[in-house]
């Protein structure tokens, strides 16, 4: 079955090991790199990945190319996903649209686990070409990473909702 975009951004971030507030901080001070956000400002860059998180609004092409330089994912997959979701969505098309069916679309690989892509894998290269640090797959939807970790719980967002702590830093 596949994820859910939002699905995709927790992840990515979770595997990234960072907070919601810390893939904030980072991502405030890209556009306003020569002035520190102010706490308003992260509170509210914040607010804005939880939503994309939770399955509202979802981020635009230019937003998840800038959120990639933060967190290491694939802005094709979630691209993806959001296609995806909007072929299976019963949300009313402008006149004279036509919605795609999801067996015309790309259903991207992905671990279930951390979510990590062939082109987005966890590690990084280096040392000696051929010698990648990079996870391989180890079973169709789980990469060698995960596998060693033994992270095989379910998503941790999935539909429901995001942990209270999270919460009540947006909210603080
Ligand atoms: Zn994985
Ligand atoms: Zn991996």
Known sequence: MVIRSGTYLHK???AAGLSLGEAAA????L???IRRPTPAELRA???RLAQAEEGGEPFTLAQIQL???VVHLDPVVYLQLLALELAASATPLPPGARRGTARHLVIPRLCRGCACSDLAPCGQSVGAPGESTHCRWV????CSTCAAAHIHRPPPCG????DSGLRAEIVA
């Open 31 to 33: 556009p306003w790199a």
């Open 67 to 69: 959120y990639s330089a």
């Open 139 to 142: 079973e169709p939807d789980l």
């Open 159 to 162: 539909s429901g909702p995001i």
């Open 26 to 29: 980072r991502l405030a001070v």
């Open 45 to 47: 860059m914040m607010a």
């Open 12 to 14: 990515r971030r979770v």
